[in-house]
C-alpha cells in the first residue's frame, strides 16, 4: 500500500495513478460525510466532485498538520455546508446541556439513518459532525462559522428530536 506521503508527492507532480489512488482511498468515507450532511445523493455526489477537484487543486497548501483524511474530511463539510445554504442555526447560547435519556428504545442502523437523514439541514449537519464524526463544540463552531453555544443546542435538539422519532416507530 502506498503511503500517504507517497501519495502526496505524486499528486503534487500530477500523477494520475497517485490521483486515482487517493481519490479511490477516502472517496467512500467522503460521500457517506457529504450524504449524511446534506441528505441527498445527487448533492453528495457533487460536494465529492467538487470537494476533490479543491484537494487536488490546493494540495500544496496541505500542511500536515493532522492527517490528510482530515484535511480532506474538513473540505468536504465546508463543501456540504454550503451545498445546503438552507440551513438555519438556531443560536442558543445559554444551553444548559444537559444530556438526553435514550432510554429502552430498540435501534437498528437502517432506522437510525433513516432517522437522522429525517432532522432538520441544521440539526443533522451538527449531529453528523459530533456524533458520527466525533468533532468537539470548538471544532464544529470554527468549521461552520457558529458559536459553540449554538454547535451545542443544535446538538440537543437533535437528540431530542431523534428520540422522538425513534421512539414512535
Same mark, same amino acid.
Given at each position: 500500500?502506498?503511503?500517504?506521503?507517497?501519495?502526496? &508527492?505524486?499528486?503534487?507532480?500530477?500523477?494520475?495513478?497517485?490521483?486515482?489512488?487517493?481519490?479511490?482511498?477516502?472517496?467512500?468515507?467522503?460521500?457517506?460525510?457529504?450524504?449524511?450532511?446534506?441528505?441527498?445523493?445527487?448533492?453528495?455526489?457533487?460536494?465529492?466532485?467538487?470537494?476533490?477537484?479543491?484537494?487536488?487543486?490546493?494540495?500544496?497548501?496541505?500542511?500536515?498538520?493532522?492527517?490528510?483524511?482530515?484535511?480532506?474530511?474538513?473540505?468536504?463539510?465546508?463543501?456540504?455546508?454550503?451545498?445546503?445554504?438552507?440551513?438555519?442555526?438556531? &443560536?442558543?447560547?445559554?444551553?444548559?446541556?444537559?444530556?438526553?435519556?435514550?432510554?429502552?428504545?430498540?435501534?437498528?442502523?437502517?432506522?437510525?439513518?433513516?432517522?437522522?437523514?429525517?432532522?432538520?439541514?441544521?440539526?443533522?449537519?451538527?449531529?453528523?459532525?459530533?456524533?458520527?464524526?466525533?468533532?468537539?463544540?470548538?471544532?464544529?463552531?470554527?468549521?461552520?462559522?457558529? &458559536?459553540?453555544?449554538?454547535?451545542?443546542?443544535?446538538?440537543?435538539?437533535?437528540?431530542?428530536?431523534?428520540?422522538?422519532?425513534?421512539?414512535?416507530?
Amino acid at each position: 500500500m502506498t503511503s500517504e506521503a507517497e501519495l502526496i &508527492s505524486g499528486c503534487l507532480l500530477h500523477d494520475r495513478i497517485a490521483q486515482r489512488q487517493l481519490y479511490d482511498r477516502y472517496k467512500k468515507a467522503m460521500y457517506t460525510l457529504a450524504y449524511r450532511i446534506t441528505g441527498d445523493f445527487d448533492d453528495a455526489n457533487d460536494v465529492l466532485q467538487d470537494a476533490f477537484l479543491e484537494v487536488f487543486r490546493h494540495l500544496d497548501q496541505f500542511r500536515g498538520d493532522a492527517t490528510l483524511g482530515a484535511w480532506i474530511k474538513q473540505i468536504v463539510v465546508r463543501k456540504s455546508t454550503k451545498k445546503k445554504r438552507l440551513v438555519t442555526w438556531q &443560536s442558543l447560547d445559554d444551553y444548559p446541556g444537559e444530556s438526553i435519556d435514550w432510554g429502552q428504545i430498540e435501534i437498528n442502523s437502517a432506522h437510525l439513518e433513516t432517522a437522522v437523514l429525517s432532522l432538520p439541514d441544521g440539526f443533522r449537519t451538527i449531529f453528523v459532525l459530533a456524533e458520527v464524526e466525533g468533532y468537539t463544540h470548538r471544532e464544529i463552531a470554527v468549521m461552520l462559522k457558529i &458559536s459553540e453555544g449554538t454547535s451545542k443546542s443544535q446538538l440537543h435538539h437533535a437528540k431530542r428530536r431523534l428520540r422522538s422519532i425513534l421512539s414512535s416507530k
